[in-house]
């Protein structure tokens, strides 16, 4: 479907599927939305931008960093804007990531649960405003309970940057203030490459602490790691409370932007961008790989360095529709001598951009 006026007559999706029609006049335009509402609900295209519009953070430590990002893509040929987040409880902070979405590009609203400040349940609604190509709202729905007998120091395991195969680790401090014989019963995570070890708990009058050593694997993969520790309690009413663990694991090499998207193009059209090639040593770029045809690179293999810049070069197909397809980029680096990334795009027919010849480049073997 289209998002956006263009010749009036129809909302089209970036894939090229066609939805609903619409009229180019603007009144006959507001009558139909007015009798038939239902066919075409404003906040329906808006809200299959987003993966989940619902989080609840369950059983949250007063101090301890809660925080969730709700992705959304743009899947359409228009730009999205997000103008504005209001949220319905001081208790919820809204941050938004990326305000302008092009084709096929990724964002998210990052909402913070204000444990330093709050406690007891808490539940609000974030609205999420967009005022491009269309205006529409989508609501988002938050719920914790955060409790002041529980305390974590620090308030998250932040394992920083961990260099690919060294792995990493960081202690926390967990402390209960309460009456009765509070426990840890188990400490749980659906990562695999995290791991926990639990020392016998020290017990004063009313308080109980725990330490904790939680450690990052040394086989665990490059990228972002953003995570949740789940500490089961004997406490009926905590039985789990949840425990964030974030860092990033970085590879021997790492391309950027990955992916590369394209955005929207005419038939033929040639479009320049480039990779930054970043090693942890300096390193040769030998060649570059391609499955899909159109793509074209110019090489320096003679050169030594940590950081590359690789121009690539692209002639978009005849074809009108979405396009996907993958570079390699091969160095001489012994650890890791390949490094990969997904290019995607839309070729549209309608687009009044004329084609640019393409110039003469070389280094790309069709895979």
Known sequence: MKVGWRDGS??????????????????????????????????????????????????????AKAEFAFELQNLYEEDVHIVDVRTSCGCTTPTITKPTLK???????????????????????????????????????????????????????????VEQGAGGEQAVTVTYRGAGHWQIADVRSANTALEVELAEP???PGVVSYKMIIRLKADAPAGILQDQLTLVTNDQRMPTVMLPVEGRVTPPLSINPSPLLLGNLA???????????????????????????????????????????????FTAPQKTGEF???????????????????????????SPTAAVPSRQASGVTPR
Not at 330 to 341: M, Q, W, Y
């Open 10 to 63: 129809t909302l089209i999706r970036a894939n090229g599927g066609m939805g609903g029609y619409m009229q180019r006049n603007v009144a006959i335009a507001l009558v139909i939305f007015a009798l038939a509402p239902a066919v075409c609900p404003a906040k329906e295209w808006a809200q299959k931008m987003f993966t989940s519009v619902n989080h609840d953070f369950g059983h949250v430590a007063r101090g």
């Open 103 to 161: 084709t096929w590009e990724k964002g998210s609203i990052v909402a913070t649960l204000n444990t330093k400040s709050f406690v007891g349940q808490r539940n609000s609604t974030l609205t999420v405003v967009i005022d491009k190509p269309f205006y529409a709202e989508v609501p988002i729905t938050i719920a914790g309970n955060i409790h002041s007998d529980v305390d974590f120091q620090p308030g998250v395991s932040a394992l920083g940057d």
């Open 202 to 204: 020290i017990r004063q």
């Open 267 to 313: 038939p033929g059209q040639v479009i320049n961008k480039q990779f930054v090639l970043t090693g942890k040593q300096p390193f040769k770029v030998l060649g570059i790989a391609a499955d899909a045809d159109g793509v074209e690179a110019k090489l320096a293999s003679d050169v030594v360095k940590k950081v590359h810049i690789v121009p690539i070069q």
């Open 324 to 350: 996907r397809f993958q570079i390699a980029i091969e160095t001489d680096l012994a650890s890791s001598p390949e490094v990969t990334c997904q290019v995607r795009g839309t070729v549209r027919g309608d």
